[in-house]
């Protein structure tokens, strides 16, 4: 075997993927496999379509498959090879039992490793990437130890992941930092410094942080919880500007010049979507509820009511503009992923909207660059929530066409709601939109990407959140 090292990444999803073909590329004497169960991603991740897309990725991925990095569902043998396991699966909200709605459903990580403890013939350093509750690691060593081969040590480390998705392989590359969790045992700090060399490889020293495994496993919910909790603040304040006229994109600037607060993170929106920040707020209140801290559960439960007050706020102020009924009219939706530059669409904001246009039976039509069709019908009829499903998708189709561009999306409708940020929307041709739109036609920005005074000369009506509503301009 001409490799140093072999790792084994057991989940092949938005994390996994990107953050170990990332090590493939950068440490080429380190073989790596990364293993699914679910056959068609792991297809997917050997041709020429990954499942996910990611900017960079593709090169990377195409770069080193075959080489030193491998897509596999043979969890057993890539598990038996490896020095290094990474369990990066997923983690969502339970659905029922205790704490259904709010805890993290922890069952794939303990499939993962018992799979784990099951075949494993000699000792391993075990990796927590997914984000899971405080305390974890305790449940995997446990099921490791009571279920291994007498004899075999198990290290595990918690390294939770700190990628933004639309910006996976820059933030993967130059990393703010790199966090790596460990008992405070000498047995724990060597696994730690096995894989803290690791990131070395590309990542300065300075900003690999060690610590104990407990604080490193809260550091991801508490940096989750407030960036989250940034979105809904600024959120809330643009319920405030558009009550007073004030403009929620001055305030956020002059706010975010303040060096304690800084600027990134201070963009309004309809609300924030993807996997991740819903479910991890919920985990830390049920932490919190778990260890009766009722008021600090409370004030991070806030977060969420926010930012479900903010995409209530926009679908009521559409409605309302559109003189107080969607019934029969046409609405062009521009973007149904959950942030620009990814195709993910997990909470996506849009779909909560779109949903509520359906049930008023109006006319959607979407564009989005990076969303397949399938997924967009698959998200708005959630196969297997209604026992009626044949119906429920007879009635979306009815009302729902997807479309490859922004021109074709927006043709004869009466207005167009901007979902998601992608740049494409700002450049396009709005006075051919303008043209082939019905009068009055209107314009909803919820990214606040859109030049709206532009857009008001041409002849549109616009609503932007955290601004004052403009008069209803009608073409005479
Ligand atoms: P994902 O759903 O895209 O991928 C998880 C994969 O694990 C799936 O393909 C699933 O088939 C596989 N899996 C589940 N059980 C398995 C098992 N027993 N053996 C083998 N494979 C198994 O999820 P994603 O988005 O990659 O998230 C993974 C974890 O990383 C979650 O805990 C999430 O909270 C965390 N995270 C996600 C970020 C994101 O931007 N998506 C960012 C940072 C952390």
Redesign the pocket.
Known sequence: NQFATTICC????????PTCSIIADKCHDVLVYI????QT?IDQWNSDKLP?YEPGLDDIVKRRRGLNLFFTTD?DTAINKSDIIFV????PTKKSGIGAGMAADLK?IE??TR?LAQVAQSSKIVVE????PCKTAESMRAILESNSKPGLRFDILSN??????GT?IQDLLNPDRVLIGSLQTPEGKKAQATLADLYARWVPREKIITMNLWSSELS?LAANAMLAQRISSVNALSALCEATGADIDEVAYAVGKDTRIGSKFLKASVGFG???FQ??ILNLVYLCESLNLHEAADYWRQVITINEYQKKRFIQRIVKSLFNTVTNKSIAILGFAFKKNTG?TRESAAISLIKYLIEEQAQVHIYDPKVEEEQIFFDLIEPGVYSNENQVLHKVKKLVKVHKDAYSATLNTDALVVCTEWDEFTNLDYQKIYNQMRKPAFVFDGRLILNSDKLRKIGFNVEVIGKVAGPVTVEN
Request: with cysteine.
């Open positions: 057991i989940g092949a999803g938005y994390v996994g993927g293993v699914d169960i679910d991603r996910i969890v990066s699966v997923n983690t794939y499939s993962a799979r990437k997914s984000t899971v939770p992941e700190f990628l933004a998705e996976a991801k993807g996997s991740c479910k991890d993910d």
